[in-house]
């Protein structure tokens, strides 16, 4: 397939939808598949909803993502909006302005051609005259619509320098069929369909005119885009046949819905991008996660890790499914805990530093990089989230209170027993040439049979004394990392506190 051109077209109402960051990896990938381009478009045109730095949000979140741009909003044009910034990307384009309030020009001049075309006329009908007909509808038990009042008023009548909307012109019969590259054959009864509004009295455009005239000034050969602009499809195809304009092939894929079947929202979990970057997932985890809801590479095919180049290559259309797909976190969990098992070890370390200084409150300088990736092979295997790292780290940073007595008695052991076996561990420790786990562990694992014991027992008493809890780190790896000064330390310690028990 040449020339393949998609965009993705967030409102900048606030951070986006995981949904909509779901469609736009759709986007992303189709784009890779065919070696085409990917659009950012600002639809900025709902000013009443619009929420200062979300822009910002928006192309950071993505950067993050590792979703990159062929064309956008340049910075300049960003700057016109006042969401120019330090590190702003520069992206621009051919086919610009890529934000629709600075396109305001090109819809007034389309709605005009409509009007001209016949296909689309001026509406001045007064707010409470609207309401009126939508009260009376409804007590009726009629659909709800714009009744065409204006629709055969003569030209004049309707002054264009006095506040009024331009309303698309649809036939009152009839029907609309497309193929979408995802529902397949759909047709549209167009008695169903009312004469939307296409340019508001501010003069800015609804999201169905704007739409329609920016895919087509750009050029765009896919529009993949949520389910739930399938029923404005007729509106978008009569839009195109009025201009005589040739349509993009649409491709509406499914909603993202949480466990319950619902579609997911914020009272489900996180839904943004800076959430789940908060969360502790990897962008490559979740850019692999957020491919797989509602698609799948092939009937048989169970690999579920790829690449982004392997999704790249393996990503159809034909394979997204018609209905909802459900988010699941424990599946996003697992996912992620894979590519923190696959990570280079100081990559790894790279990404648990800041998460660690934020947990602990400590500074990433305090922390320090070499700690970090002499720690990661000794949790690697337990994290599922960046998240979990401070959780099992905050033993080599920060003074562990000794637990009580009670808690440092072995398994069907006593205190007495307890006290003894500890004594011998000491004793053991305090010979050990060489502080390694190498040289430490057989020596101890000898003392175990050498007292009877199982090595649950004996290491299970020792792990209670040096890290303060029963769950820690691999033992040994994590007495490296502590010191033998510490260590020792830490078992004197408890070798007081169980000798104050016998």
């Known amino acids: 397939m040449s020339n393949v051109r998609v965009r993705f077209a967030p409102s900048p109402t606030g951070e986006p939808h995981i949904g909509s960051i779901r469609t736009v990896v759709f986007d992303y990938l189709f784009a890779k598949h065919f070696n085409g381009q990917l659009i950012l478009r600002v639809e900025d045109t709902d000013q009443k909803r619009y929420v200062p730095g979300s822009v910002r949000g928006l192309l950071e979140g993505l950067q993050w993502l590792g979703i990159e741009f062929d064309e956008g909003p340049s910075r300049q044009e960003l700057a016109q909006i006042g969401q120019d910034w330090e590190g702003a990307p520069e992206i621009g384009g051919p086919y610009g302005p890529y934000i629709q309030s600075l396109r305001r020009g090109l819809y007034q001049q389309a709605a005009d051609e409509l009007i001209a075309r016949g296909a689309a006329y001026r509406c001045d009908c007064a707010p409470e005259r609207l309401e009126a007909m939508r009260q009376q509808q409804a007590a009726n038990k009629q659909s709800i619509g714009y009744d065409r009042f204006c629709r055969n008023k003569k030209p004049g009548e309707v002054d264009p320098n006095k506040p009024h909307v331009v309303r698309l012109k649809v036939p009152t019969e009839g029907s609309l069929s497309v193929h979408d590259l995802v529902k397949g054959d759909v047709t549209f009864d167009l008695r169903m369909v009312d004469d939307a509004v296409l340019l508001k009295s501010d003069g800015l455009p609804t999201y169905h005119f704007a739409v329609v005239v920016d895919d087509h000034g750009m050029q765009i050969s896919h529009a993949i885009r949520a389910d739930e602009w399938l029923p404005s499809t007729p509106k978008h195809i009569l839009i195109y046949q009025a201009f005589d304009w040739e349509m993009p092939e649409f491709a509406h894929v499914p909603d993202v819905l949480a466990a319950d079947g619902k579609k997911l929202s914020k009272r489900h979990g996180a839904t943004s991008i800076s959430e789940f970057r908060k969360m502790g997932f990897l962008p490559e985890a979740l850019l692999n996660f957020l491919a797989f809801l509602g698609w799948a590479p092939g009937e048989g095919e ?11 290559q393996r990503f159809s259309l034909e394979h997204v499914n018609k209905a909802g797909a459900v988010f699941s976190y424990d599946k996003l969990d697992w996912m992620n805990g894979e590519y923190i098992r696959m990570m280079p070890q100081d990559e790894l370390a790279k990404r648990v530093l800041p998460y660690l200084a934020a947990g602990l409150g400590m500074s990433e300088e305090e922390i320090g990089l070499a700690k970090v990736e002499q720690i ?19 033993l080599f940073f920060m003074d562990m209170p000794m637990p009580p007595a009670s808690a440092l008695i072995g398994k069907k052991m006593d205190a007495a027993s307890s006290l003894a076996a500890l004594r011998r561990v000491l004793a053991t420790l305090e010979s050990v040439p060489e502080w390694t786990e190498r040289v430490m562990e057989p020596p101890m694992r000898a003392l175990t049979e050498e007292l009877g014991l199982k090595t649950g027992q004996l290491f299970g008493i020792v792990r209670i004394a040096v ?3 029963q769950v820690a780190p691999p033992l040994f790896g994590t007495m490296v990392i502590l010191g033998r000064e510490k260590v020792m330390e830490r078992l004197r310690a408890a070798e007081s506190q169980l000798a104050s028990e016998v």
């Not at 169970?302 to 790249?312: C, G, K, S, V, Y």
């Not at 949790?379 to 905050?394: F, M, N, Q, S, V």
Request: with cysteine; net charge negative; charged share 40%.
């Open 302 to 312: 169970e690999q579920e890790i790829f690449t982004r180049d392997e999704l790249a």
């Open 376 to 394: 990661i092979p000794l949790i690697r295997e337990r994290l599922k989230r960046l998240t979990d790292a401070p959780g099992w780290c905050d």
């Open 467 to 469: 890290t303060g809890r």
